[in-house]
T-cell receptor, first 115, second 111 residues
Framework: DTEVTQTPKHLVMGMTNKKSLKCEQHMGHRAMYWYKQKAKKPPELMFVYSYEKLSINESVPSRFSPECPNSSLLNLHLHALQPEDSALYLC??????????????FGQGTRLTVV | KQEVTQIPAALSVPEGENLVLNCSFTDSAIYNLQWFRQDPGKGLTSLLLIQSSQREQTSGRLNASLDKSSGRSTLYIAASQPGDSATYLCAKGNAGNMLTFGGGTRLMVKP
């Protein structure tokens, strides 16, 4: 099983709402990632979790708050977003960080629209 | 700043053709190079991973090569099919397994 599952698939939220994106994997991977992809652009890294601890934050605004409750789950809490935050949010996982053989597996993404 | 560049940005070929997608990157401090496929509005599907110590990897009709000294990788697709139509992304793996993506090549294979 090489599946990374993201929910919901689509989300529309107002600028004053609070919502969460969820990501789950059962491959025993200990590294999990959030990427953001704007239309017709490549994905850009937001956060890296290694062994359930935040290891990299790519200067992401605080209105995005990641959480890793356990080794299989990764959440992204959203609050007071702006319309320009509308994008496809992708979750990924890999065996470990800093290994030559760390193939990354991605979920199908959550299409977020902020109105 | 690390950069990953893919050419061409778009490619349209008739079914059955063999084709080559190109990926170039700056900074030779590379852990691995990964090729992905992305269908419109969907997530990324991993196609091939080449470790920095390897020269190439093969999976079915796909073959990817890596030349660290020149900062280049190529994805070769043999006997292309309409089902191969998608955007192909290369990604350079760095320390911390941070992936830096190229802009992608949009491939259309016409029946």
């Amino acid at each position: 099983d090489t599946e990374v599952t993201q929910t919901p698939k689509h989300l529309v939220m107002g600028m004053t709402n609070k919502k969460s994106l969820k990501c789950e994997q059962h491959m025993g991977h200990r590294a999990m990632y959030w990427y953001k992809q704007k239309a017709k652009k490549p994905p850009e890294l937001m956060f890296v979790y290694s062994y359930e601890k935040l290891s990299i934050n790519e200067s992401v605004p605080s209105r995005f708050s990641p959480e890793c409750p356990n080794s299989s789950l990764l959440n992204l809490h959203l609050h007071a977003l702006q319309p320009e935050d509308s994008a496809l949010y992708l979750c990924a996982s890999s065996q470990v960080v800093d290994s030559l053989n760390t193939e990354a597996f991605f979920g199908q993404g959550t299409r977020l629209t902020v109105v | 700043k690390q950069e990953v560049t893919q050419i061409p940005a778009a490619l349209s070929v008739p079914e059955g053709e063999n084709l080559v997608l190109n990926c170039s990157f700056t900074d030779s401090a590379i852990y691995n190079l990964q090729w992905f496929r992305q269908d419109p509005g969907k997530g990324l599907t991993s196609l091939l991973l080449i470790q920095s110590s390897q020269r190439e990897q093969t999976s079915g009709r796909l073959n990817a090569s890596l030349d660290k000294s020149s900062g280049r990788s190529t994805l070769y697709i043999a006997a292309s099919q309409p089902g191969d139509s998608a955007t192909y992304l290369c990604a350079k793996g760095n320390a911390g397994n941070m992936l830096t993506f190229g802009g992608g090549t949009r491939l259309m294979v016409k029946p």
